[in-house]
């Protein structure tokens, strides 16, 4: 059986990956949702065309993961594409920040898309794709997105290696970097400050827009996705000039602007 697997799936990115390759996809048997809000998850399983199956399941819970690897193994699944959307960020100074949710940052954004990806490889075949969902915040480390960019560079990076690891299997993966995307993921991220999003007005994405680049570039085996002028530039910056000058930059832009 070959299957599309989706973590995150129940909004935002995950839920938009799983509209757009509804509408292609021919190969694809069923579509393996990963997510913990049931509601989500079965509203967006009623309005795909494909057969759908959801697995309730938070991605940290190791054990929850051996279940869902039953499955794989159960119904000889071909995972034709892994797509990992699972993630959150919250910001806020560190030292004052809620231990737990800072943690489950690393929990959620690292280990987690770590292990669903090492338990899903043997699973796949040439051709394969493999989108894993970084951010433009692993361009830089960010004042008081600290946890979270820096969880996001991990993803961005282990995304390249693995890219490389598995290119002689013809497995492809591609990190997906986009800036602020339009997504319920802000209700979470500024539940308690809002400092780092102050140009995301001039740069806010659609899941739409992002997630058809992503594919596009996942189709040509692109390494990195990045969406929009804006975010291009900022990817462009961060490599020509030293993160010093850039970071003391944006801490001055900070203190005179409040
Ligand atoms: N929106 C942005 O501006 C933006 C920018 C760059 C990168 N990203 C990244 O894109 C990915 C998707 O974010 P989004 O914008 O679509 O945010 P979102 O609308 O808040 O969706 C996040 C998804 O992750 C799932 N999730 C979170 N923790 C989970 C866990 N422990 N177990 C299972 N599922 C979990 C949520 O599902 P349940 O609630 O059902 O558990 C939800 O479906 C994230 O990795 C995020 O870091 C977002």
Redesign the pocket.
């Known amino acids: 059986m070959n299957v599309v697997v989706i ?9 938009e990956f799983a509209r757009q390759l509804d509408n292609g996809l021919r190969s694809i048997d069923e579509f393996w949702l ?4 049931e509601i ?2 079965n509203k967006l399983a009623k309005a795909l065309k494909h057969d759908v199956r959801i697995f309730l ?4 819970d190791e054990l929850g993961l051996d279940e869902f690897e039953g499955f794989l193994t159960k119904y000889d699944a071909k995972v034709r594409m892994l797509i990992n ?5 919250i910001v806020g100074n560190f030292a004052r920040a809620d231990r737990e949710g800072t943690l489950g940052m690393i929990r ?2 690292c280990e ?1 898309l770590t292990s669903v990806t090492h338990r899903l490889i043997p699973y796949m075949r040439r051709n394969s794709r493999i989108i894993q ?5 692993a361009f830089l480390p960010q004042q008081d997105f600290a946890v979270y960019a820096a969880s ?1 560079a991990y993803v961005h990076s282990f995304t390249r290696a693995l890219n490389r690891e598995l290119k002689e299997r013809r497995i492809y993966v591609t990190s997906v970097c ?4 339009d ?4 209700a ?1 991220a500024e539940l308690r400050g809002k400092s780092v999003f102050e140009f995301k007005k001039y740069t806010m994405a659609s ?1 739409e827009a992002v997630v058809q680049k992503a594919l596009r570039d996942s189709v040509c085996k692109r390494e990195v996705s990045v969406y929009g002028v804006l975010i291009n530039m900022f990817n462009i910056v961060s490599k020509l000039f030293p993160h010093k000058c850039i970071l003391d930059l944006l801490a001055l832009y900070k203190r005179i602007h409040g």
């Open positions: 973590t995150g799936a129940s909004g935002g990115i995950g839920a990963i997510g913990r809000n989500k998850l399941l938070d991605v940290t959307c699972a993630g959150y960020g959620t954004n987690a969902l970084a951010s433009s915040a996001k986009p800036g602020p995307v997504t319920d993921f802000f979470l899941p």
